[in-house]
């Protein structure tokens, strides 16, 4: 056994009590890949007492093995014609979130889908830059609770690794990502080559027939590298193509890849089928031909006779589409999360339909069945899965970055961050998120800018990038409150504009007046308003499809085709009247002279007068202000020459200047005319 180690206070007491041999940290991340790394990054910056297992010799070793042809289909937009940092992380979607400008991905690639080494050499040098604490080459072979009512969470996380050295820790991290292959069995599946093994090289593949199982990104990532050279090539899966154009899901089959479509319904000999894979069967003859056949015709046959024995469908249907036979049959059904070190204590259980590949998470990223327990980075897609972006670096970066706002609130009593504004920023202070936010914008339906109003709404707090499936545990989730009601700020697309049979290029597709914004279909900022915090229950009953329980009101930003929110009147006029009608003020700025109408004629002033004028908060006195104040009968009319004397008028212009530097035109206070206004 290994010394024990004990790296806090908390560590010292428990090795004293228990005399065993362990490593304790409060933090233990499984997996260094993008998503551990993020994470350590974050618990850094933090001072928290942490550590990164990894089991291989180096981060990110799924990216030094997957995809298998190299290329990511991971954008890499090194221009986008703005400095912002913050806009310009929008379109770059695989750095990860650092005060290190060194760490910016665009620095590793010029390619537009750049190659996997490419993020190889990014992770690596994420962790050595930043000191990030890894241990290398430590495989975490099985997670157990102990009990224990002192622990942060009531029981301790005990690991151990392949050398059976023993971890315990307080919260745990898993951030191993999804690396398990899928695998349907069926009869001859043994035939099957997987993706994970097969040949790279496309020579080997020419002259052949291939059938290839499967319809996502790795299959025609397979199919492209061959298409080229081999005699044909057929695809079956139990779905039909998903296109990332028209379900606006990233994970979705992407135009890089899609060669196959082209030669498919331009005939050229290639094609798609859908089928059940469960339902097939692969018989091999003896020149090592493969023939595709169904399980049940193989059900009370004796198949030790041969292929001569096996009834195929083309003996029933000579057309049957599968009937000529392959070469080879490549299995690409992507990847799944690896459940098998988890003891049962820890109730680490699959989702369930097309999610059980991922554990079963609440919309906070903690495990169902364990308190303590975050799952992080692509093992975390079940909650946005087909949605948003929450599987890939350009996603759970965010996420991720929640989870940690959530720790510190949770166990070191830090609040979620947030800043105070006056009344009068609120609508400004949306328009720079909406146009700006990378958060916001790749995370759209799952993360939200949350406003928390002040009493009287004289003021408002402002939260960034909270999931907004836990918006009823706010208050106790960020350690801020919510009496005086909020405004939620999130990104959707259209109801019914995504979906794998959805014509997206129809025509009138887009649309361009404020009066009809809610009909907006591309990705564009909606303002839920709600008087009080909404309650689980409305959380639980909300729509289909709505991210948020009905609000008391809401508001859509006319989409842009720009993404450009700063239109003064078709996108910051309605809003800005859509925020007055649900606060009951003007948000307008006004001028002195007009802030002084208002309070001879109005029971209440907007609040740019009440937070201004009135306490004395305004321009200092320049000629034109003096000028126009004389006009309009609001100060006496002093000659200059009561300052300067007899001296000669061509003298006078020094000391005039002299005179607007020294001298403010006074203001003085409004109270007692508000108080006799409010009087009448």
């Not at 065993?20 to 993008?34: S, T």
């Not at 042809?69 to 750095?95: C, M, P, Q, V």
């Not at 975490?140 to 009531?154: S, T």
């Not at 004796?302 to 049957?320: C, V």
Request: charged share 20%.
């Amino acid at each position: 056994m290994a010394p024990a180690v004990c790296g806090t206070l908390l560590g010292l007491a428990l090795c004293a009590a228990s005399g065993a041999a362990f490593l304790y940290r409060d933090y233990c991340v499984l997996g260094a890949g993008p998503a551990g790394l993020q994470a350590a990054y974050f618990l850094q910056r933090a001072g928290r007492d942490y550590l990164v297992f990894e089991r291989s010799h180096a981060p990110g070793s799924f990216f030094a093995l997957y995809p298998r042809h190299r290329k990511l289909i991971s954008i890499n937009k090194r221009h986008t014609g703005k400095a912002n940092a913050e806009f310009n992380l929008r379109h770059d979607w695989n750095s990860l979130l650092s005060h290190d400008r060194r760490l910016l991905f665009r620095r590793y690639s010029r390619h537009f889908f750049p190659d996997a080494d490419s993020m190889v050499r990014y992770l690596e040098d994420f962790a050595a830059l930043l000191e990030l604490r890894v241990q290398y080459n430590t495989a975490i072979i099985h997670v157990a609770l102990e009990r224990d009512p002192q622990a942060w969470n009531g029981h301790y996380f005990l690991l151990t690794d392949q050398d059976r050295r023993s971890y315990k820790c307080s919260s745990l991290l898993v951030a191993t990502g999804t690396w398990v292959p899928n695998v349907v069995n069926f009869p001859g599946s043994e035939y099957v080559e997987g993706y994970e093994t097969v040949s790279t090289n496309p020579e080997d593949f020419a002259g052949q027939t291939v059938l290839i199982l499967g319809r996502g990104n790795s299959a025609f990532e397979t199919a492209e590298n061959i298409l080229g050279v081999t005699n044909f090539i057929h695809m079956v899966s139990r779905s039909r193509v998903r296109l990332s154009w028209a379900t606006h899901y990233v994970g979705d089959l992407r135009a890089i890849n899609n060669g196959l479509l082209d030669t498919y319904q331009l005939k050229s000999l290639d094609g798609l089928l859908e089928g059940d894979l469960e339902d097939l069967a692969i018989v091999k003859d003896k020149k090592g031909k493969l023939h595709i056949t169904l399980r049940f015709y193989l059900e009370n046959r004796n198949t030790s006779k041969g292929i001569d024995s096996i009834t195929l469908p083309q003996d029933e249907l000579d057309n049957f589409a599968t009937r000529a036979p392959y070469d080879r049959v490549i299995r690409c059904l992507g990847w799944k999360f690896d459940f098998s070190i988890y003891n049962r204590s820890l109730r680490m259980l699959p989702g369930k339909g097309n999610k059980k590949k991922y554990p079963q998470i609440k919309a906070s990223y903690e495990s169902r069945g364990t308190r303590g327990l975050f799952v992080l980075g692509t093992a975390s897609h079940s909650v946005d899965f087909r949605k948003s972006a929450g599987g890939f670096i350009h996603g759970f970066r965010y996420t991720t970055r929640a989870v940690h706002r959530l720790l510190e609130n949770r166990h070191h009593g830090v609040p979620w961050p947030s800043t105070v504004y006056p009344i009068t920023q609120l609508t400004n202070s949306i328009i720079k998120r909406v146009n700006e936010a990378s958060g916001l914008y790749q995370m759209f339906s799952v993360l939200a800018d949350i406003i928390l109003l002040r009493e009287n709404a004289t003021a408002f707090e402002y939260l960034e990038e909270y999931p907004v499936g836990v918006l009823a545990e706010l208050e106790m989730q960020t350690g801020r409150k919510a009496p005086n009601g909020l405004f939620v700020i999130i990104m959707e697309y259209g109801r019914n504009f995504s979906g794998a049979d959805k014509d997206v290029f129809y025509y009138n597709r887009a649309v361009g007046e404020a009066q009809h914004a809610w009909q907006s279909n591309f990705l564009h900022p909606v303002i839920y308003y709600y008087k009080r915090l909404p309650t689980e229950r409305e959380m639980r009953l909300r729509l289909p499809d709505w991210p948020l329980p009905r609000p008391d009101a809401v508001h859509h930003i006319v989409e842009d085709f720009l993404t450009d929110w700063t239109a003064p009147n078709a996108h910051v006029l309605p809003l800005r009247r859509f925020l007055e009608n649900c606060l009951g003020t003007d948000l307008r700025n006004f001028f002195a002279e007009s802030c002084f109408l208002f309070a001879l004629t109005r029971q209440k002033l907007p609040p740019c007068c009440q937070q201004g004028y009135v306490r004395m908060q305004g321009l200092l006195g320049s000629t034109g202000l003096r000028r126009h104040a004389v006009e309009a009968g609001l100060l006496q009319d002093y000659s200059l020459t009561d300052f300067l004397g007899d001296r000669p008028a061509d003298s006078h212009q020094g000391s005039q200047d002299q005179l607007l530097r020294d001298h403010t035109i006074p203001v003085h206070p409004l109270q007692h005319l508000v108080n006799a206004k409010d009087e009448l």
